[in-house]
């Protein structure tokens, strides 16, 4: 029985390597991981798996993932390569733009290569300031301003179109906040508990009561290999995340009390831009394709606070 072929983009990421690893977890299947650790980093990736393969590359430059994509004939692709993080996306809003050219190079390629379906890491970020609660993938407008959620909705247009002209099919993931061991320190979840643990101040912008919702990395991955798995939602746009609510203020609290930390709350001005009033996402589509219960939030810190200590 020949192997499924899948490649992996921004596999060195949080939500890439965990996915590798859910993937290569499979005996039928033959993984190849890009990246070219903007973000991204080597330590998170399985090198000595069997059926795993990595090869340092930009999908925003053809050349690099042209190569790729036609010596190898993928069966599916999961293009989550893109520029990530609110600040860094805000300060450097070319980075984000050119990412563009990474989703036009891999749609272009797996329509000439034979690709089945592409997968592809949209954002909330995309519903912008939301004017239903909460957000459904099909009723919410989407409102977006920021140059990294601009990208997203054109992106989400691309693979649309690509869909309709040439029969390419796809899954969109709207990810919300999405937390676990292997993400970066500069996100909320891991940057307030490695400020707990140490015991320095937490420190929030604008008033604390800015709300969202955090789903651990399992469950997000469990939800996105099944639809592949199970071909669910094939030419569909899904949520992926928790609809559990919680302030920001009450997050740091968390943090504290499951670290028994003695850390203080420093609120700081409100950000110009980028923050957003309250995010929870609809996930009646996500829920059918999880076979176990979702991880508390405060599970999912224990988790993240073990691999910390390590």
């Not at 036609?70 to 990530?84: E, G, L």
């Not at 809003?93 to 290569?113: C, F, H, R």
């Not at 379906?117 to 970020?125: G, K, Q």
């Not at 199970?230 to 609809?243: M, R, V």
Request: neutral net charge; charged residues 25%.
């Amino acid at each position: 029985m020949s192997k499924v072929k899948i490649l992996v983009t921004g596999a060195a990421g949080q939500v890439g390597s965990c996915l590798v690893d859910h993937l290569i977890a499979k005996s039928n299947t033959e993984v190849v991981g890009v990246d070219n650790f903007l973000t991204g980093k080597k330590e998170n990736l399985p090198l000595s798996a069997p059926n795993f393969s990595f090869i340092k590359a930009d999908v925003n430059h053809y050349e690099d993932i042209s190569t790729i994509m036609i010596s190898n004939k993928f069966d599916y692709v999961f293009h989550y390569a893109a520029v990530v993080g609110v600040k860094r996306t805000l300060n450097n809003p070319l980075w984000v733009l050119n990412d563009i050219k990474g989703i036009e190079n891999i749609l272009n390629l797996s329509k000439n290569t034979g690709v089945k379906r592409v997968f592809f890491s949209s954002s909330s970020e995309v519903y912008g300031e939301p004017f239903e609660h909460p957000q459904n993938e099909n009723t919410t407008p989407l409102n977006s301003k920021l140059p990294y959620a601009v990208v997203k909705n054109v992106a989400e247009a691309y693979i649309r179109s690509f869909q309709k002209e040439f029969g390419l099919e796809y899954t969109i993931f709207r990810f919300f906040n999405t937390y676990g061991p292997k993400q970066s320190k500069d996100f909320v979840v891991k940057k307030f508990i490695k400020l707990a643990i140490q015991n320095e101040n937490i420190t929030i912008y604008g008033d604390g009561l800015q709300t969202r919702t955090f789903c651990f990395i399992d469950d997000n991955i469990e939800a996105c290999a099944t639809c592949l798995f199970e071909n669910k939602f094939i030419n569909d746009t899904l949520n992926i995340g928790s609809d559990i609510e919680i302030t920001i203020k009450d997050l740091a609290e968390l943090v504290i009390k499951v670290t028994k930390s003695s850390s203080k709350i420093i609120f700081l001005p409100a950000l110009e831009e980028g923050d957003m009033t309250r995010r929870k996402p609809d996930i009646s589509k996500m829920k059918t394709l999880l076979k176990k219960d979702f991880t508390s939030l405060e599970n999912g810190i224990l988790k993240v606070l073990e691999s910390v200590k390590k």
